[in-house]
């Protein structure tokens, strides 16, 4: 005899879908433009110029700073895999100063002066929430995950590559990176409303025939 088992709905609940929290490109200038400190200037320019995560930007290395190349090596990433991103041009000039100002350290970019070691996340962190504070954004919720989304999204707006956008942020799978899909301008896919479309026929239709539009307003 088979037994039949009922399994309430709820004991498997789906997983949520959330998109990710992302800035955008006023905020972001906005940021770049409300008086950070040089540390904070680099390390916001790393997270969003370079898509990098923070755990990244802790363990940056003044050898993997590949001026010459225009790249950045990211070293043992997540999944313990090294890759390339980008080195913005206007971000180089901001981390040559910023080594010289903390006293040219010999390993890691970013240093704690007590320890001596590289900063932690959470450190990293206390930086990203001082930024966004000077800004006004401190009520928003944004974070450093934030800032990398932004540029995986922005980057996705200006006609980036998608297979491109996913090496440059290191993910193993493209389904990882096509979420950024969703956040796509949609003026960017040249996506239209049905109803702009109706009502700029209406419109075209108007100037064509404007008796007829004196007509519907007697």
């Known amino acids: 005899?088979?037994?039949?088992?009922?399994?309430?709905?709820?004991?498997?609940?789906?997983?949520?879908?959330?998109?990710?929290?992302?800035?955008?490109?006023?905020?972001?200038?906005?940021?770049?433009?409300?008086g950070l400190s040089l540390k904070e200037y680099c390390v916001v320019g790393l997270l969003y110029g370079c898509g990098m995560r923070i755990s990244e930007v802790c363990?940056?290395?003044i050898k993997d700073i590949e001026s010459a190349d225009g790249r950045i090596k990211v070293s043992?990433?997540?999944?313990?895999?090294?890759?390339?991103?980008?080195?913005?041009?206007?971000?180089?000039?901001?981390?040559?100063?910023?080594?010289?100002?903390?006293?040219?350290?010999?390993?890691?970019?970013f240093t704690s002066e007590q320890t001596n070691r590289a900063y932690c996340v959470r450190s990293m962190q206390v930086v990203v929430n001082g930024a966004m504070a000077k800004a006004g954004f401190a009520e928003r919720s944004y974070t450093a995950h934030t800032l990398r989304h932004s540029f995986a999204t922005h980057m996705?707006?200006?006609?980036?590559?998608?297979?491109?956008?996913?090496?440059l942020l290191g993910h193993a799978k493209l389904e990882t990176t096509m979420i950024y899909l969703h956040l796509q301008k949609h003026t960017q896919l040249g996506i239209i409303s049905p109803l702009d479309q109706l009502l700029?026929?209406?419109?075209?239709?108007?100037?064509d025939n404007p008796e007829r539009s004196t007509d519907a307003r007697t």
């Open 200 to 207: 700029a026929s209406q419109n075209d239709t108007t100037k």
């Open 59 to 61: 363990n940056l290395r």
């Open 156 to 167: 996705l707006n200006s006609g980036a590559n998608i297979h491109v956008i996913k090496t």
């Open 1 to 34: 005899m088979k037994i039949h088992y009922i399994v309430p709905s709820n004991l498997y609940p789906k997983k949520q879908f959330l998109l990710p929290n992302i800035m955008s490109e006023m905020e972001v200038a906005k940021l770049f433009e409300s």
């Open 76 to 109: 043992q990433g997540k999944g313990a895999k090294d890759r390339y991103t980008l080195l913005p041009h206007h971000l180089l000039d901001k981390l040559r100063s910023f080594y010289v100002s903390a006293g040219r350290p010999k390993e890691y970019l």
